[in-house]
C-alpha cells in the first residue's frame, strides 16, 4: 500500500513539474494570440485613414492607421489593443470615435498583423513609445490633447506608458490588477506568479499616474474578473469614472465599441 502511495505521488509530481516547465517555455504563447494577417489597407476600411509606419527603438516597422481629427485641433486617442487579433478588429471603435471628432492611431504589436517580432512586455512598451512618439512628432499632437485607450492586457501596456508620458485623459477597459493575479483565475493549481516572465502590474503604476482616469468594465466579463478591474479603479491615483456595463462579457461588442465605451472616451476628451 505504502509502495502504491509513493508510485501515485511521484506520477502527481512528474506531471506537476511537466505541466510547470511547458507553461514555463510555452507562457507567451498563451498571453499573446496574434492574428498574423491579411490586414487590408486603411481606406479600405475607415473613410479618410492612412496607413501609417511605427519606427521602435529596437529598429522595428510597425503597420498601423491613422484616422485624422475633425480639425486640426481635435484630440487624439492612442488606441492599445488586447492580447488577441490585429487592428482591423478595432476599426468599428475608431469608426465610432473618429464620428465624434477625435482623431485615432491603431497600431498593431510585434508579431501581430504581419509585424516583424515576438511579444513580450519589454517589447510592447517599445511598440506603444512608437506609436506615441508617431502622434506626437508626425502627426503633430499636442500631449495635452492626447489620450490613451488600452483594452484589456492594452490598458497594462499604456498604463506603464503614462507613468513615463502622462496623456491629457487615460482610459482602461476591463483593466487587470496585474497578468498573475488574471492568470491566478485561470490556472489556479500553478504557481504562476512565480512563473511569469512578463508582470504588467497595472494596479502598481496606476496609483503612480495622476491624470483624469477612467475604467470601463463588463460586470459579467469571464476573462478579467470585473472584481479586478475594480481594484485597478480603487487604485488610480486620478480616477474620473466607473463604468460598469451591466451583463457584459469580455469581447461583447458593448465593450469593443458601445457607447458606454464611446461616450468615456469623449468624456475625458472634454467632448
Do not use: C, K
Request: proline letters at 7%.
Amino acid at each position: 500500500m505504502l509502495r502504491s502511495a509513493l508510485v501515485g505521488l511521484t506520477v502527481v509530481v512528474v506531471l506537476l513539474a511537466l505541466v510547470t516547465g511547458l507553461l514555463w517555455a510555452f507562457q507567451r504563447r498563451l498571453v499573446y494570440l496574434p492574428a498574423d494577417g491579411p490586414v487590408p489597407a486603411a481606406a479600405d476600411v475607415l473613410p479618410g485613414a492612412r496607413d501609417v509606419v511605427l519606427q521602435t527603438s529596437d529598429g522595428l516597422a510597425l503597420g498601423a492607421w491613422f484616422v485624422p481629427g475633425a480639425d486640426a485641433a481635435a484630440p487624439a486617442v492612442l488606441v492599445a489593443n488586447g492580447n488577441g487579433g490585429h487592428r482591423a478588429a478595432r476599426a468599428p471603435l475608431a469608426r465610432a470615435l473618429a464620428a465624434r471628432g477625435l482623431a485615432v492611431l491603431l497600431f498593431d504589436y510585434r508579431g501581430y498583423g504581419g509585424n516583424p517580432g515576438s511579444p513580450s512586455e519589454e517589447g510592447l512598451a517599445r511598440d506603444v513609445r512608437a506609436a506615441r512618439a508617431h502622434l506626437t512628432e508626425r502627426e503633430a499632437v499636442a500631449p495635452d490633447r492626447l489620450l490613451y485607450l488600452g483594452e484589456s492586457l492594452g490598458a497594462a501596456v499604456v498604463t506603464e506608458l503614462a507613468t513615463e508620458y502622462p496623456p491629457a485623459g487615460l482610459v482602461l477597459r476591463s483593466p487587470f490588477v496585474d497578468l498573475a493575479a488574471v492568470g491566478s483565475e485561470h490556472y489556479p493549481f500553478l504557481p504562476v506568479r512565480a512563473l511569469l516572465r512578463d508582470r504588467y502590474r497595472v494596479a502598481e503604476r496606476v496609483a503612480t499616474v495622476e491624470v483624469p482616469t477612467t475604467v470601463v468594465l463588463g460586470d459579467a466579463d469571464t476573462i478579467v474578473p470585473p472584481r479586478q478591474s475594480r481594484a485597478v479603479a480603487a487604485a488610480a491615483a486620478g480616477l474620473h469614472r466607473l463604468v460598469e456595463v451591466p451583463g457584459a462579457d469580455h469581447n461583447d461588442p458593448v465593450l469593443l465599441d458601445g457607447a458606454a465605451l464611446v461616450d468615456a472616451v469623449v468624456d475625458l476628451a472634454g467632448g
